[in-house]
């Protein structure tokens, strides 16, 4: 582990993408590996168990390859297998939960924050008890949505399509009728909504899980003076290994809208005999 080693970055499937692109605007000078489990996402219908062992299957992977940071880009992994992810990592790990919970907490005026993300991820009360861990829990008020439809609008690139803009009108509405003035995106697609959410809920703070858990990775280099020290060229493509453990279809054109920028076809390994 060195200076100039990559990131490490996993997800049960693609949606760890957009965390990718949060990790590259924050971390502009690192390389980075990206590890999707797409043979088996998605985690949420898994039990703890299992999801735990397909998680350390891919930190182990991550670490054979070498890398000095691990970013767990999978929400249902981060509320479940963090602990035993750490447990058999000697690199530092970072999850999606806390950083995003403590954003929240930090950006609310009255206390009114809101959690969207998949039935799983909301089923697990992830965030809810990583903001009511928080000191200052007591002053505010929490309301979860599970928005499933989003994910499968996001793959189809429907952004800003009229039936996209329906189904979050239909998903937004206890939030806006609670007056909710921050509201976490609990999946690593929602992120490539946010214009049209934006345009829905005027003034409220939406916390991109993915932004905060970079800004978290960039402090815990910092601190252990592991930064790279290597400048890129302003207009050199990012240096990213992409890995999946079955290619999922029309992966380019996938990476390409979560990235903005083309890649090549990835790799295909067999991460379970690790």
């Known amino acids: 582990m060195n200076k100039v080693s990559p990131i490490g970055v996993f997800d049960s499937g693609i949606g760890g993408l957009s965390v990718l692109k949060q990790l590259m605007r924050f971390l502009p000078n690192e390389k980075f590996i990206y590890l999707g489990d797409t043979a088996r996402v998605p985690y949420g219908n898994r039990t703890p168990e299992i999801i735990r062992q397909y998680s350390k299957e891919c930190t182990k992977f991550l670490i054979e390859k070498g890398v000095k940071l691990i970013v767990v880009a999978c929400n249902t992994a981060s509320s479940v297998a963090l602990d035993a992810i750490r447990s058999i990592s000697d690199v530092p790990v970072i999850g999606m939960i806390q950083p995003a919970a403590i954003a929240a907490i930090r950006a609310t005026n009255n206390g009114k924050i809101g959690i969207i993300g998949t039935r799983a991820t909301i089923a697990s009360k992830s965030y809810s008890n990583g903001i009511l861990g928080l000191p200052d829990s007591n002053k505010v008020e929490l309301i979860s949505v599970a928005c499933p439809l989003f994910v499968p609008l996001v793959e189809e690139g429907w952004l800003r399509h009229a039936v996209t803009r329906q189904v979050a009108v239909e998903y937004l509405s206890p939030l806006i009728e609670n007056k909710t003035d921050t509201i976490i995106l609990g999946c690593t697609h929602y992120p490539l909504l946010l214009p049209l959410l934006n345009e829905l809920m005027l003034g409220v703070t ?10 978290a990775s960039l402090r815990q280099l910092a601190e252990l003076d592991l930064l790279s020290g290597e400048s890129t060229e302003l207009l050199k493509k990012p240096e990213i290994k992409f890995y ?12 390409l809208r979560f990235l903005g920028f083309a890649t090549e076809h990835p790799e295909i390994v067999d991460i379970s005999s690790i």
Do not use: L
Not at 244 to 255: E, G, K, L
């Open 244 to 255: 999946v453990t079955d290619v999922p279809t029309q992966f380019i054109d996938t990476a």
């Open 206 to 215: 939406f916390i991109d899980s993915g932004e905060h858990a970079s800004v």
